[in-house]
C-alpha cells in the first residue's frame, strides 16, 4: 500500500517554543491530507484538513493561529504548534487518502510531542 | 457524521476466528463503512471498507447486513499481532476525513 511518514517520530521541547511537524506521502500525491491529535487512552481527534495551494479548514475548536498547517507540494504537509504548552502534548497524526474514489486513507506513524 | 456503536473490548483466543460487531442504524445511502485498526502507539491502519455486499481481502472479511445497519469485521484467525483498537466508520465516497469513535479494543490470548 501507500506510505505516509512522518517527522520527527518524536520530539520533546520548551513551553514557549514551537514545533514544526512534516507529513510525507512517499509514492503518491495527495492534494488533501488531514491532521489528528490524539491524548492518551483516547480516539483520534480530527483538527484540520490541509489543502495543497491553499488554506487549511479547522475543526471547531481547534486554534488555527496555535497550529499551522502549510501544504507546500503534493508530497509535504507541515503542522507548526507555535508557543507550544504541557497541554499540547499529544500523538500527533496525519493521513493522506488515495485509492479510487479515495477509498483508502493512509496514515503515518505519528509524532510523539511532550512539552516540558 | 453518522455514528457507529462498538463493544468497548473483546477478547479472543490466538487461532480463533474473531467476530467484531458494528451498529450503525442510521447510515446514509452514500455511506462507506470502513473498519481501520490502530496498533499500540501507531498510526491507524486501513483493515477494509464496503458498501452494500460483503468483502474479503488478505486482512479480513467484512459482513454487511442487508438492511446496512450493522456490520461485522471478521478475522479468521486471530494472532498476538491482531491485538488492537479497532474502528468502524461512516463515510461517504470522496475526499473526506475519518471521524473516530471510540472503537474496539480487542485483545488475543496465546
Known amino acids: 500500500g501507500a506510505v505516509v511518514s512522518q517527522h520527527p517520530s518524536w520530539v520533546i521541547c520548551k513551553s514557549g517554543t514551537s514545533v514544526k511537524i512534516e507529513c510525507r506521502s512517499l509514492d503518491f500525491q495527495a492534494t488533501t491530507m488531514f491532521w489528528y491529535r490524539q491524548f492518551p487512552k483516547q480516539s483520534l481527534m480530527l483538527m484540520a484538513t490541509?489543502?495543497?495551494?491553499?488554506?487549511?479548514?479547522?475543526e471547531q475548536g481547534v486554534e488555527k493561529d496555535k497550529f499551522l498547517i502549510n501544504h507546500a507540494s503534493l508530497t509535504l504537509s507541515t503542522l507548526t504548534v507555535t508557543s507550544a504548552h504541557p497541554e499540547d502534548s499529544s500523538f500527533y497524526i496525519c493521513?493522506?487518502?488515495?485509492?479510487?474514489?479515495?477509498?483508502?486513507?493512509?496514515f503515518g506513524p505519528g509524532t510523539r510531542l511532550t512539552v516540558l | 457524521d453518522a455514528k457507529t456503536t462498538q463493544p468497548n473490548s473483546m477478547e479472543s483466543n490466538e487461532e480463533e476466528p474473531v467476530h467484531l460487531p458494528c451498529n450503525h442504524s442510521?447510515?446514509?445511502?452514500?455511506?462507506?463503512i470502513h473498519w481501520y485498526r490502530q496498533l499500540p502507539s501507531q498510526g491507524p491502519e486501513y483493515v477494509i471498507h464496503?458498501?452494500?455486499s460483503n468483502v474479503n481481502n488478505r486482512m479480513a472479511s467484512l459482513a454487511i447486513a442487508e438492511d446496512r445497519k450493522s456490520s461485522t469485521l471478521i478475522l479468521h484467525r486471530a494472532t498476538l499481532r491482531d491485538a488492537a483498537v479497532y474502528y468502524c466508520?461512516?463515510?461517504?465516497?470522496?475526499?473526506?476525513?475519518?471521524?473516530f469513535g471510540k472503537g474496539t479494543r480487542l485483545s488475543v490470548i496465546a
Open positions: 442510521t447510515i446514509s445511502g452514500t455511506d462507506y
Open positions: 490541509s489543502n495543497e495551494g491553499s488554506k487549511a479548514t479547522y
Open positions: 493521513s493522506a487518502p488515495t485509492g479510487v474514489s479515495y477509498n483508502e486513507q493512509f
Open positions: 466508520i461512516l463515510r461517504p465516497q470522496g475526499n473526506t476525513p475519518l471521524v
Open positions: 464496503g458498501l452494500t
